[in-house]
């Protein structure tokens, strides 16, 4: 008996039911950061009310304040540490993703695990031995030594991402290269890369954006020079209250650096996420 085929009256309902329920869940995730942003732009008794408040006085007075108490030393401080721990993730784990996928070295499983185990142990657990090794080395409170530790926090995801996205080149593409000559690094920069870049850029915003939010590090390695932006969000809260708005204001302009790195990989991000999803 043939499968009964749905009219296309019911085809457009059930079409409709999914993206209505697509936006409600797009509005309900995104509410919470557009009213955080529209608080920023209150004042604090405005802010502070029970009851919300939407038609009030706006204004840029909030953001001019975190401005004023040294926000861009922070917003610096956690660029520097991003950057330079995400093109090191990069440097490190896109010749040892290749060396497991393409050209894979003896028991690369067991060497898949060691990256994957190191994720196993809560950071809590090491934080002893950390600051301990920090301070005899005289790197608390440096920026360099908390951008090597998100290097170790990152590396063991970043290999398991480009492994999958590695595995995705097709063979024939590598053989023809090596036939024609090709070195490693020729094979690998030339020929390889720019399959995977979608992929690449996939695991550069997700390293970056895991360094850029990375807490419980910064707050306990770092005092003042080295201080990034979480910690300092984390001081508008104290003994005299909690200051809604000046946070909301904060919190906004922390989230831009990773809203434009966003939306400026968007397209590499949205295609590099699916390619390790179906071979």
Do not use: H
């Not at 950057?83 to 440097?91: G, N, Q, R």
């Not at 201080?227 to 200051?243: E, I, K, M, N, W």
């Amino acid at each position: 008996m043939p499968a009964r085929r749905r009219s296309p009256a019911r085809r457009k309902a059930t079409a409709a039911l999914i993206t209505t329920l697509t936006w409600v869940l797009v509005l309900a995730f995104f509410f919470p950061v557009a009213w955080m942003v529209f608080t920023g732009f209150k004042t604090e008794a405005a802010a502070a009310t029970s009851t919300p408040t939407i038609f009030t006085e706006l204004s840029f007075d909030r953001f001019e304040a975190v401005m004023n108490r040294g926000f861009a030393i922070y917003l610096i401080n956690s660029l520097t540490a991003s950057v330079m721990s995400t093109l090191i993730v990069l440097a490190l784990a896109i010749p040892a993703a290749y060396g497991l996928s393409i050209r894979p070295i003896v028991k690369w499983t067991d060497a898949l695990f060691f990256f994957i185990s190191t994720r196993f142990m809560p950071i809590a657990a090491a934080i002893i031995p950390i600051y301990l090794l920090l301070r005899n080395l005289g790197a608390l409170d440096n920026i360099n030594a908390l951008a090597i530790l998100y290097v170790g926090m990152n590396l063991p995801l970043a290999v398991w991402m480009m492994r999958s996205f590695f595995a995705e080149v097709p063979t024939e593409i590598i053989e023809a290269a090596q036939i024609d000559g090709a070195k490693f690094w020729t094979e690998l920069v030339r020929v390889v890369l720019p399959i995977v870049m979608p992929g690449v850029a996939a695991v550069a915003l997700i390293c970056f954006i895991f360094a850029w939010n990375e807490y419980f590090l910064a707050n306990l390695l770092t005092s003042t020079m080295a201080r990034t932006t979480p910690p300092f969000l984390g001081s508008f809260v104290d003994g005299r209250g909690q200051f809604l708005a000046v946070l909301s204001a904060a919190a906004t302009l922390a989230v831009l650096p990773v809203v434009i790195a966003g939306w400026l990989a968007q397209k590499r991000l949205v295609r590099g996420l699916a390619m390790g999803a179906i071979k």
